[in-house]
C-alpha cells in the first residue's frame, strides 16, 4: 500500500515556467514532508522541507504548500530552468514509532525544455 | 566535512549468492538507514541501526539482513539473492538527540546491484 501518493508521473515546462507536483497522503501520523532531488545514477539530495504547523515554506525558487486538512502538499518550482530536469520525491515520516523512516512517493520525472 | 559514502559503487551477482553492501554515515551522525530502490520507484525502507541494533524495519524478508559498527558505519547483507533483488540500494544517515531522531537524511550515492 502506498502511503504517500504523487502525481504527475512526469512533467514537460518551458524554461521560465512554473512545475507543480502533487503529493497526498492518509496517515495523520505523519509530521515532516520533505522533497528530495535525484540526478540519474545518484542519491536523492534533499531540497526543502515541512511541518503541518505551516501552510507554505520558500527557499529560493522552491515553494512547499501544504494543506492538513487535505493531507495534501505540493512542489511549486518558480522560474524552471534546464538544471533542474531530475526525478523528484515527496517523501513523508512520523516521529511516533521512534524512528525517522521515510515512505517516499513513487516520483516525478521533470524536463525543462530550453 | 565528508557526506554519505557508499561501496561498492557497481555489483553484479547471480541468483543464490550473498552480496554486503557498505556505508559511512556523515560526520557526526549516528542513525543509518538502508533503502532499496527499484528502477522507475521511490525508495523503499528497509531497516535502520541505531547504537549497533536495528531500531526498526520495513516490509523485507529475513534474507536482508544489516550491522552497524561502533564507528557508526554499516553494512547491508542479502542471502540467497533473486532477480528481483536488483536495485540501488541507498544509504541514508541522520543524527540521534536526546529527544529521539532528527527529522532530516542525508542520502548516499547508492550501491547498483544486478542479479543475473
Known amino acids: 500500500q502506498q502511503q504517500v501518493k504523487q502525481s504527475p508521473q512526469s512533467l514537460i515546462v518551458q524554461k521560465g515556467g512554473i512545475s507543480i507536483i502533487n503529493c497526498a497522503y492518509e496517515?495523520?501520523?505523519?509530521?515532516?514532508f520533505p522533497w528530495y532531488q535525484q540526478f540519474p545514477g545518484k542519491g536523492p539530495a534533499l531540497l526543502i522541507a515541512?511541518?503541518?504547523?505551516?501552510s507554505e515554506k520558500k527557499e529560493g525558487r522552491f515553494t512547499i504548500s501544504f494543506n492538513k486538512s487535505a493531507k495534501q502538499f505540493s512542489l511549486h518550482i518558480m522560474d524552471s530552468q534546464p538544471g533542474d530536469s531530475a526525478t523528484y520525491f515527496c517523501a513523508a515520516s512520523t516521529r511516533w514509532t521512534g524512528a525517522n523512516n521515510l515512505f517516499f512517493g513513487t516520483g516525478t520525472r521533470l524536463t525543462v525544455i530550453p | 566535512d565528508a557526506g554519505v559514502t557508499q561501496s561498492p559503487t557497481h555489483l553484479i551477482k547471480t541468483r543464490g549468492q550473498q552480496v554486503t553492501l557498505r556505508c559511512s554515515p556523515k560526520s557526526g551522525h549516528d542513525t543509518v538507514s538502508w533503502y532499496q530502490q527499484a528502477l522507475g520507484q521511490g525508495p523503499q525502507f528497509i531497516f535502520q541501526?541505531?547504537?549497533?541494533?536495528?531500531?526498526q524495519r520495513g516490509n523485507f524478508p529475513d534474507r536482508f539482513s544489516g550491522h552497524q559498527f561502533p564507528n557508526y558505519s554499516s553494512e547491508l547483507n542479502v542471502n540467497a539473492l533473486l532477480l528481483g533483488d536488483s536495485a540501488l540500494y541507498l544509504c541514508?544517515?541522520?543524527?540521534?538527540?536526546?529527544?529521539?531522531?532528527?527529522?532530516?537524511?542525508?542520502f548516499g550515492p547508492g550501491t547498483r546491484l544486478t542479479v543475473l
Open positions: 515541512i511541518r503541518p504547523d505551516v
Open positions: 496517515n495523520t501520523a505523519f509530521d515532516y
Open positions: 541501526y541505531y547504537e549497533e541494533e536495528e531500531r
Open positions: 541514508a544517515s541522520s543524527l540521534d538527540l536526546a529527544g529521539g531522531p532528527t527529522d532530516t537524511q542525508y
